[in-house]
T-cell receptor, first 119, second 119 residues
C-alpha cells in the first residue's frame, strides 16, 4: 500500500536551532501534503497545507516565518521549525494525498510523525 | 466552521467488554467521516471510514455508522482486546471530491479518546 515516510522520527535540539522535518511519499505522487501538530493529550491541529510548486497555505494562528514549508517535488515536502524554542516541542505529523485518486474515497496517508524536543 | 466532538476519555475497559466512543460533528454539506487510531509510539492509521449517510464502516471488529440525522459517527466494538489500547480520533473531511483545489483533503479531528484495555 501507499506509504508516507517521515524523517526524523525523533529529534532533540538546543533552543535557537532550526530543525527540518521531511515528508516523502514513497510510491505515489502527492500534489498536496498536510502538516499537523499534536500536543500532549490533545488532538491533531492542522498547521498548513503544502502544495507542490506553490506557497503553502497556513492555518490561522500559525506563523509562516516560524514554520517554513517547502514542497519542491511531487514526493517531498519539508517543514523547518526555525529558531526553535521549548514551546515548539511537540509531535508533528504529515499526510499526503495521492493525486491520481479521485472521488469520495480518495485516500490520505499519514507519516509516523516526528517527536521534536527542544531543550 | 467544521468541528468534531468526541467523548472525553480516558476510557478503561476489561478485555471482552463492549466499547462505544461517541463522535458528533458539525459541517455543511456532506462530509466524509473517519476514525483513525494511534497505537503507542506509532503514527496515525485509518481504522474505518464512511462517505455518505447510512454507510457503515468496519474494520478489525470495529464499526461506525454515518448518521446524518443525528450528525454522529459513533465507534463500536463488541469485544475489545488488550491490543486495542490506543488513542482513537474521529475526523471529517469536507469538500466536493471533484472540486480539487488546494484544500480538499484537509481533515478536521476530534480531540482523541484514550482507550486502555486491561486483561
Amino acid at each position: 500500500g501507499a506509504v508516507v515516510s517521515q524523517h526524523p522520527s525523533w529529534v532533540i535540539c538546543k533552543s535557537g536551532t532550526s530543525v527540518k522535518i521531511e515528508c516523502r511519499s514513497l510510491d505515489f505522487q502527492a500534489t498536496t501534503m498536510f502538516w499537523y501538530r499534536q500536543f500532549p493529550k490533545q488532538s491533531l491541529m492542522l498547521m498548513a497545507t503544502s502544495n507542490e510548486g506553490s506557497k503553502a497555505t497556513y492555518e490561522q494562528g500559525v506563523e509562516k516565518d516560524k514554520f517554513l514549508i517547502n514542497h519542491a517535488s511531487l514526493t517531498l515536502s519539508t517543514l523547518t521549525v526555525t529558531s526553535a524554542h521549548p514551546e515548539d516541542s511537540s509531535f508533528y505529523i504529515c499526510s499526503a494525498r495521492d493525486f491520481r485518486s479521485t472521488g469520495p474515497n480518495q485516500p490520505q496517508h499519514f507519516g509516523d510523525g516526528t517527536r521534536l524536543s527542544i531543550l | 466552521g467544521d468541528s468534531v466532538t468526541q467523548m472525553e476519555g480516558p476510557v478503561t475497559l476489561s478485555e471482552e467488554a463492549c466499547l462505544t466512543i461517541n463522535c458528533t460533528y458539525t459541517a455543511t454539506g456532506y462530509p466524509s467521516l473517519f476514525w483513525y487510531v494511534q497505537y503507542p509510539g506509532e503514527g496515525l492509521q485509518l481504522l474505518l471510514k464512511a462517505t455518505k449517510a447510512d454507510d457503515k464502516g468496519s474494520n478489525k471488529g470495529f464499526e461506525a455508522t454515518y448518521r446524518k440525522e443525528t450528525t454522529s459517527f459513533h465507534l463500536e466494538k463488541g469485544s475489545v482486546q488488550v491490543s486495542d489500547s490506543a488513542v482513537y480520533f474521529c475526523a471529517l473531511r469536507r469538500g466536493h471530491p471533484n472540486a480539487g483545489g488546494t484544500s480538499y483533503g484537509k481533515l478536521t479531528f476530534g480531540q482523541g479518546t484514550i482507550l486502555t484495555v486491561h486483561p
